[in-house]
Nanobody, 116 residues
Framework: QVQLVESGGGLVQPGGSLRLSCAASGFMFSSTHMSWYRQTPGQERELAALIRNRAGDTYYRDSVKGRFTISRDNAKNTVYLQMNNLSPEDTAVYYC?????????WGQGTQVTVSS
């Protein structure tokens, strides 16, 4: 079955960096668009970054452009989110997403906390 396992979250000071990883299994990873979403308490889950399948085209929400980089390693079935110059506004649970057909699949989420 489809599995998405995130890792790499934690506590970081403002201006710091983190790299999130999402290990995927159970589907044709290289053919699937992959995304990172984030969610804070009481708010809707929002798309942070997306990377398309083979072409590797990327999309970022405005608030993370220039600071976050999404990438993928199709040989390792893994998608990454490099986050630089983090601010307290980036504090959230970050979720890996795979859209397969018309269905969304989610990982369990990893907490990112930006605080001094």
């Amino acid at each position: 079955q489809v599995q998405l396992v995130e890792s790499g979250g934690g506590l970081v000071q403002p201006g710091g960096s983190l790299r999130l990883s999402c290990a995927a299994s159970g589907f044709m990873f290289s053919s699937t668009h992959m995304s990172w979403y984030r969610q804070t308490p009481g708010q809707e889950r929002e798309l942070a970054a997306l990377i398309r399948n083979r072409a590797g085209d990327t999309y970022y929400r405005d608030s993370v452009k220039g600071r976050f980089t999404i990438s993928r390693d199709n040989a390792k079935n893994t998608v990454y989110l490099q986050m630089n110059n983090l601010s307290p506004e980036d504090t959230a649970v970050y979720y890996c997403n795979a859209q397969i057909g018309w269905k969304d699949y989610w990982g369990q989420g990893t907490q990112v906390t930006v605080s001094s």
